[in-house]
């Protein structure tokens, strides 16, 4: 069963100070991991695709990278405006029908940026 | 670009009415939507999933005479929950993929806070 575990639970920051946050999955053939990020109250913004372990993909203060069994996403000198749940899902190469549409979520990271 | 909007943003009913959650892809064609629903502090659990014109695959345990989808068109699809009681009470939230939005992305709604009375 394909699954999605992120890691820590609750993250709480510094203005400025550099983190990451983990996504480890096991799924039978990855076609992409997404990370989404989610403000309360609101739906999940997209971040990134990652399609293939070493891939790299930036925006702004977050970078995001893939291996075999995980993925990080890093926060460079965060800003209190940061402060949101991050997602990671993943969605598996299956039989080719609507089921190999499926996100499958993490629990998320609560992130914390004190100014 | 990929944008998907929802409607209503928030709504209260009484317990046994039924209620109409519209999704909307604003700038792209859907072919495919996803609806989830969201417990505080939990992370989303998919309800189901349907194409256009196509009747909708729904997760194990979620009752698809309760939650009626209709996907009539590539740009809306419809969630409507019957006999609403209190503990249909979430966030409910779509999302979207189809031709225009990249290769797999799904984009999601702003969500639709339902509380049942």
């Known amino acids: 069963e394909d699954q999605v575990t992120q890691s820590p639970e609750a993250l709480r920051l510094q203005e400025g100070e550099s983190s990451s946050l983990n996504c480890s999955y096991t799924?039978?053939?990855?076609?992409?991991l997404f990370w989404y990020r989610q403000d309360p109250g609101k739906g999940p913004e997209f971040l990134f695709t990652?399609?293939?372990a070493g891939e790299e993909k930036e925006k702004e203060r977050l970078k995001a990278t893939l291996t075999k069994k995980e993925s990080f996403l890093h926060i460079t000198a965060p800003k209190p405006e940061d402060s949101a749940t991050y997602l990671c899902?993943?969605?598996?190469?299956?039989?080719?029908?609507?089921?190999?549409?499926?996100?499958?979520f993490g629990q998320g990271t609560r992130l914390t940026i004190n100014p | 670009g990929a944008v998907v909007s929802q409607h209503p943003s928030w709504v209260i009913c009484k317990s046994g009415t039924s209620v109409k959650i519209e999704c909307r892809s604003l700038?792209?064609?859907?072919?495919?939507m996803f609806w989830y629903r969201q417990f505080p502090k939990q992370s989303l659990m998919l309800m189901a999933t349907?194409?256009?014109?196509?009747?909708?695959?729904?997760e194990q345990g979620v009752e698809k005479d309760k939650f009626l989808i209709n996907h009539a068109s590539l740009t809306l699809s419809t969630l409507t929950v019957t006999s609403a009681h209190p503990e249909d009470s979430s966030f409910y939230i779509c999302?979207?993929?189809?031709?225009?939005?990249?290769?797999?992305?799904?984009?999601f709604g702003p969500g639709t806070r339902l509380t049942v009375t």
């Open positions: 349907s194409n256009e014109g196509s009747k909708a695959t729904y």
């Open positions: 999302s979207a993929r189809g031709r225009g939005t990249g290769s797999y992305e799904q984009y």
């Open positions: 799924v039978s053939g990855l076609r992409g």
């Open positions: 899902a993943v969605q598996a190469i299956t039989r080719p029908n609507l089921g190999a549409q499926k996100l499958v």
């Open positions: 990652l399609y293939s």
């Open positions: 700038d792209f064609q859907a072919t495919t």
